[in-house]
């Protein structure tokens, strides 16, 4: 079973500067994507960010161009840099994983435990 370990969460101001990282704990199995999602209080799970082969990115709107995200394929781990956070970015964030066993098989999803990140003054 793959896991995901997560951290880099915590408190920062507003326009402050936070990085995430996750590392998947099984190398030997095919990555077709990375990502980031976040759920507030009372809110469902939303994407944050997605990086998938090539390297190609895809962002939330609200986070365009404050985040961003990177991969490093040989280590299976996967960074959000999250830049001139505000006080709406507060949330848990959980990392994502779609896994193949062989380039055969059907992908699936893991999730990590989730990491929380609060934006406040």
């Not at 896991?3 to 969460?9: A, C, D, F, P, T």
């Not at 998947?24 to 469902?44: H, K, L, V």
Request: some cysteine.
């Amino acid at each position: 079973q793959v896991q995901l370990v997560e951290s880099g969460g915590g408190l920062v101001q507003p326009g402050g500067s936070l990085t995430l990282s996750c590392a998947a704990s099984e190398t030997r199995f095919i990555i077709d994507a990375m990502g980031w999602y976040r759920q507030a209080p009372g809110r469902q799970r939303d994407l944050v960010a997605t990086i998938i082969s090539g390297d190609s990115t895809n962002y939330a709107d609200s986070v365009r161009g404050r985040f961003t995200i990177s991969r490093d394929n040989a280590k299976n781990t996967v960074w959000l840099q999250m830049n001139s956070l505000k006080p709406e970015d507060t949330a848990v964030y959980y990392c994502h994983a779609a896994v193949r066993t062989s380039l055969f098989s059907t992908p699936k999803n893991y999730w990590g435990q989730g990491t929380q990140v609060t934006v406040s003054s």
